[in-house]
Each structure stands twice: as structure tokens, then as C-alpha cells.
């Protein structure tokens, strides 16, 4: 059995949020249903409930096995950080950083309603590294407003970019449309074209990048089809992009989504 002590870079990091406690017990299954609705997955993907009390996984999606190449499920983070590039693990940490601040600064009330996500490589079954797409959502607190447990979301984006954008994307879900792209420069100073986009079309970016059709989208934002189309098109324009799947690619490319 693994040992649920294990420490991993991260660690620190989380320690500085604010009353984070430790060896907290988590028995009930996390919604994962509801969470994965607000996620989108372009791709293989899986995920995993994670203590953030103790950084031991459960309730592991099987495509953890096979797109790493593992023979059990791992028991603990660190298990699946040393499945990221070397070269990455900087990066990671340093996004975990802005991920804490940020939630910390909109306010610990919201924490359930806040998905972070960045890119980064990973180790697959045939020994290479891709570039996977991380998500990430607080599922649980305690009595008090403390985090105990997320649900991460990782998708192998390898077919669709190469290219890490190195870019922290700090979104709302639910009730809020929160929406902070933070950079980190230190890494990498991609061209970025987010400025260009409004608000309303950042929005409608998300839900193409989730698969979903012109119709689809009218009547979640409860919009006209007429409405919908015309914004789609300003977007492509304003992106320089042929189709949804080449704006899909460019969004991913910049930290867009």
C-alpha cells in the first residue's frame, strides 16, 4: 500500500492557503457528474478525487491506466506528478501558486465555483511525453470553508497543440463568470489575441470548445441562433481562424480555455 505521507512539491505550495488542515477523512463519493459537466475533455481523458488534506487519489477514472501505462491505480499525487516532464515541474508549481492566490483574493466563499486549468507534458504508455490539459475544481469543504478535496481532470490535447502556452486560466463556474489569464512569462511570451475577445465571446468560445452546437449554445445563454452565429463569426475573425477546430487549437495554444 502506498503511503498517504508522501510529499511532493505541491505541498508547499498548498500549505499557504489559508487553513488548509491536515488528515482530514473523506468517505463519500464526489459528484462527478456535476463536475465533469463543467469541465470539457477534447480527447482521451481521466480523473481523480484528490485529498488535499493528505494527497491521496481516489474514485480514478480507468484511462489513468491506460494512457500512462500503469498497472494500478496511484495512490498518492506524487505518484502522478513524477508522470509530468522534468522540465514542467517548475512551471506546475508555479501555477499552483497563482491558483491559491487567486481563489484566495476572489474570496474563499467561491472557492466552489472556481475551475483552474494550464497545460503541461506528461508520460505516456509508449514512453513519450505529451501535452495534457489540466482542470481542476474544489468538490469539498469542511464546517468551516476549508478545502479538503478536488476533482482533477486530465486530457491528452498531444493531437490538437504541442505548444504549451505556459498561462494560468482562473474561470468561473456555476453562478459566477469569473475569468483571470494570468501568464507567467518566466516560461514563455506567446502572442496573445484574448484582449480582442469580449466577454460574451470568451463565453461562447468555452462552450464550442465543449462540442457544443450553435443551437445548443443559443439556448443555454438563452440568445437567439441568429445571435449565436454572428458572434461565432467574430470570433473565428478576430482569431484568424478557418473553422471551430483550428479555433480550438489557437485557444488551447494562447491559455484560452
Known sequence: MGNSEQKHPLIAIWNTYPGVRRDRKILDKPPIERIIGEMFAIGEFYYYALNLTNSTLSHHHENILKLHGLSAYPENLKEVIELTHPDDIGFVIKAEQVLVNKITEIGLESQLYIKGSYCFRMKTAEGNYELFHHQSIITMEDETGIPIQSINIHTNIH???????YTVLVSGIGPRNDFHQVKLDCFSKP?????????REMEILSFIAKGYSGPEIAQALILSEHTIRTHRKNILRKTNSRNSKELVKKAFEKGLI
Open 159 to 165: 493531437h490538437i497543440t504541442k505548444e504549451n502556452p
Open 191 to 199: 502572442e496573445n489575441f484574448s484582449e480582442h475577445l469580449t466577454k
